[in-house]
């Protein structure tokens, strides 16, 4: 089994289907590995919802890394009036875009 995912996780929460493609904030793996997320709050099958205080015991989500990458450029300013004060700066956000493999419960 994976590591834990990282504490900046905690507040993000995704509706998943096996075989989704989805990207989400940078995770330390290989292009190629598997990651296991075992932190699962909800899960649903065939009309059967289990719902975890606050996780699922053994409910597991399997994840194939397909790459690593970074969002597209915003551009951060400042700005004071009358003041001769501006600055310009630009940010761009790593993610891992992941597909997954099996979700079991």
Known sequence: MGPAPPERWVRKQWNLTPNQVLEVPSLDAEEGATVTFDQVHLLADAGKVTLGKPFIGKATVTAKVLEHGR????IVGKF???KDYRKKNGHRQGFTRIEIQSITG
């Open 71 to 74: 969002g597209p450029k915003l």
């Open 80 to 82: 004071k009036r009358r």
